[in-house]
């Protein structure tokens, strides 16, 4: 008789098998995207370089795809492309390379293939973990949406903001900076 496959082992599996894809289970569903295009890599270099010292300043720190554990199923997790975490992120390990919600200050993504994933369902999952600030550099329609107060499991707050345009980060994620929308969606154009 065969064992049936548990999903957090078709997600092991399925990153052993996919080099270099980002394997994530959301709402009980298995998702593995392809590898960040230049621009993705550069809107996240920039902030890196932006953001990181400011962050550093005031004890927090910036990540790339550190994992997410969620509250929304028993194997639940996400990846962020980059996040500001507490400085004492180390303990609050969960497992498989995933850390508690209550450190995590602010997530941002940027779209690429699964851009459906980033405006539906991390957008539910980041706002039930409680994650103060969910920023999405959304590629596919040309904008940035800035997602605050998490309250019963969704963003009371969902803010876009078009080309051309900047915006401060929310106070809440204790780190003070302006954000321009042309470079998240475009990465470092110099």
Known sequence: MQSELTIGAAAEQAARSLPGHRVEILQGRLTATPPADVAHALALSWLGEEFGSRARGVGLRLVQAVGLWLP?????????????????????????????????????????????????????????AGIPVYVVADRKHDEVLVCTDPRGGEYRNRTPHKRGTSFTVPDVVGVEMELSVDRLLDGDQD
């Open 72 to 128: 929304t199923g028993p194997d639940d997790y996400a990846i962020p492309d980059l996040s500001v975490v507490e400085a004492d992120i180390r303990d609050a390990h969960v497992m498989k390379n995933c850390y508690a919600p209550h450190v995590f200050r602010m997530v941002l993504e940027v779209t690429s293939t699964n851009w459906a994933d980033d405006l539906g369902p991390k957008v539910e999952d980041y706002a039930q």
